[in-house]
């Protein structure tokens, strides 16, 4: 399954996201696109989406942004299946339960790992 991770640039993404996903056994079985792994330039999600490339958006949704909320409308309509996750300290926006009812909360990265691996197992 390939799989676009989707973050605001508002936190430590590497070290929160990105590194418990490369360290864990979803990066053996899937293949994930971290979008500001290696450069800074915005990813080309819309050519990606459109062109049926990819299976899920896992979206970090602990900090607004603009920019991940137009991937996500564009995911959403095009039919890409979207699974939100957030910090169990954060409120996050109302507006995500209009693109997928797939919505957790994360204690840690431990905790992430966990959630993603159940989750992915029943899709």
Not at 59 to 67: H, I, K, L, Q, R
Request: contains cysteine.
């Amino acid at each position: 399954m390939t799989i676009y991770v989707s973050h605001s640039r508002d936190f430590d993404f590497d070290k929160g996201l990105y590194q418990p996903i490369k360290n864990s056994e979803l990066a053996k079985n899937h293949n994930f696109i971290f979008p500001h792994d290696k450069a800074t330039e915005i990813y080309p999600i819309k050519e990606l989406l459109q062109n049926k490339k990819c299976d899920l958006i896992l979206a970090e949704v602990s900090f607004p942004s603009t920019g991940q909320g137009i991937e996500l409308g564009w995911a959403n309509l095009i039919g890409v299946k979207i699974l939100c996750v957030h910090k169990e300290d954060k409120r996050i926006s109302g507006s995500i339960k209009t693109v997928t009812e797939n919505i957790f909360s994360y204690k840690d990265s431990a905790d992430l790992i966990n959630k993603l691996v159940d989750y992915l197992k029943n899709i």
